[in-house]
């Protein structure tokens, strides 16, 4: 996998002009446009453009390009709703990673979704279809909150979240759609968001093991904190808890009760009179402790 993610950032350094600019406002556009089709067609001509094998395999190669502007949405506005997000997003993702990066991004979620598609189709069962690119669009969600995990969006336009809990629904949403589609035996829109998370894997592999590996080692530091203070806490002193603000002990106050303050860097303890009335601790305080 790091071998694959180095190869794509060599031909992106080698090909600086590589990539279609704006690549997102001409797939809203696109988009859009095969949205009206539907509306004059009565949804006949959706019929002729959505991604299935069956029908490539007997010359509606057009299949293989059309399916991509399908619109996930059926109501006017929450299609337009989705284009923005979509828009906003996948140019942010380009102005970050520069054109050449992006246009692959997004064209190996296109043809991973292809390949997903006609796995699907050889599969017991055989009857494979994806209409758009629902599930590489919401992976695109996901590459931005890696990169800015911190950032606020206003949800429903009024409720400030920051990005990385929606993420995590984000997921949660992949894995309800494949479990959904497997029920409905429609094994190309199940391998759909898999293949699209596949793709996110691929291009985010150095950070995802990175991320990994700090927090295994903020869990050991963690924990080798937690083993200090108890071995602490067991040596002969007189008490057993000690208020870190006012001094207090049980020992002194063995009716009061004295509790450890999940906010604060480290395992600090505080009397009732201070768990919710202290400054908390931060990793700084706790080093220098």
Same mark, same amino acid.
């Given at each position: 996998?790091?071998?694959?993610?180095?190869?794509?950032? /060599?031909?992106?350094?080698?090909?600086?002009?590589?990539?279609?600019?704006?690549?997102?406002?001409?797939?809203? @556009?696109?988009?859009?446009?095969?949205?009206?089709?539907?509306?004059?067609?009565?949804?006949?001509?959706?019929?002729?453009?959505?991604?299935?094998?069956?029908?490539?395999?007997?010359?509606?190669?057009? /299949?293989?390009?059309?399916?991509?502007?399908?619109?996930?949405?059926?109501?006017?506005?929450?299609?337009?709703?989705?284009?923005?997000?979509?828009?906003?997003?996948?140019?942010?993702?380009? +102005?970050?990673?520069?054109?050449?990066?992006?246009?692959?991004?997004? @064209?190996?979620?296109?043809?991973?979704? @292809?390949?997903?598609?006609?796995?699907?189709?050889?599969?017991?069962?055989?009857?494979?279809?994806?209409?758009?690119?629902?599930?590489?669009?919401?992976?695109?969600?996901?590459?931005?909150?890696?990169?800015?995990?911190?950032?606020?969006?206003?949800?429903?336009?009024?409720?400030?979240?920051? @990005?990385?809990?929606?993420?995590?629904?984000?997921? *949660?949403?992949?894995?309800?759609?494949?479990?959904?589609?497997?029920?409905?035996?429609?094994?190309?829109?199940?391998?759909?968001?898999?293949? *699209?998370?596949? +793709?996110?894997?691929?291009?985010?592999?150095?950070?995802?093991?990175?991320?990994?590996?700090? &927090?295994?080692?903020?869990?050991?530091?963690?924990?080798?904190?937690? /083993?200090?203070?108890?071995?602490?806490?067991?040596?002969?002193?007189?008490?057993?808890?000690?208020? *870190?603000?006012?001094?207090?002990?049980?020992? &002194?106050?063995?009716?009061?009760?004295?509790?450890?303050?999940?906010?604060?860097?480290?395992?600090?303890?505080?009397?009732?009179?201070?768990?919710?009335?202290?400054?908390?601790?931060?990793?700084?305080?706790? /080093?220098?402790?």
């Amino acid at each position: 996998m790091d071998k694959l993610h180095d190869s794509i950032n /060599r031909f992106c350094a080698k090909h600086p002009y590589w990539g279609i600019p704006n690549l997102m406002r001409y797939v809203v @556009i696109a988009t859009v446009i095969f949205y009206a089709l539907g509306l004059v067609t009565g949804g006949v001509a959706t019929q002729y453009l959505y991604l299935s094998p069956y029908h490539i395999l007997h010359g509606e190669v057009w /299949r293989l390009v059309t399916f991509i502007f399908l619109p996930s949405a059926s109501g006017p506005i929450s299609l337009l709703l989705f284009l923005y997000f979509y828009y906003w997003i996948g140019t942010a993702l380009e +102005n970050y990673w520069g054109t050449p990066k992006f246009t692959l991004y997004y @064209i190996s979620g296109v043809v991973l979704t @292809i390949i997903g598609a006609f796995a699907a189709y050889f599969l017991p069962g055989g009857y494979s279809f994806v209409f758009g690119l629902h599930y590489v669009n919401m992976a695109m969600f996901l590459a931005y909150a890696a990169l800015a995990p911190d950032a606020i969006v206003y949800f429903l336009f009024f409720l400030p979240v920051k @990005i990385k809990w929606l993420a995590w629904a984000d997921l *949660a949403y992949f894995a309800y759609e494949v479990l959904v589609q497997i029920g409905q035996r429609n094994w190309g829109s199940a391998l759909a968001p898999v293949v *699209a998370l596949l +793709n996110f894997v691929v291009f985010f592999w150095p950070y995802l093991c990175r991320k990994v590996r700090v &927090d295994r080692a903020s869990h050991s530091r963690q924990a080798t904190r937690f /083993r200090q203070t108890v071995k602490a806490s067991q040596q002969p002193r007189g008490y057993n808890h000690k208020c *870190a603000v006012c001094g207090k002990t049980d020992a &002194d106050y063995p009716n009061m009760s004295f509790r450890y303050c999940s906010r604060c860097a480290g395992y600090h303890c505080f009397c009732e009179d201070h768990i919710f009335n202290h400054v908390h601790f931060t990793e700084e305080d706790d /080093r220098r402790s």
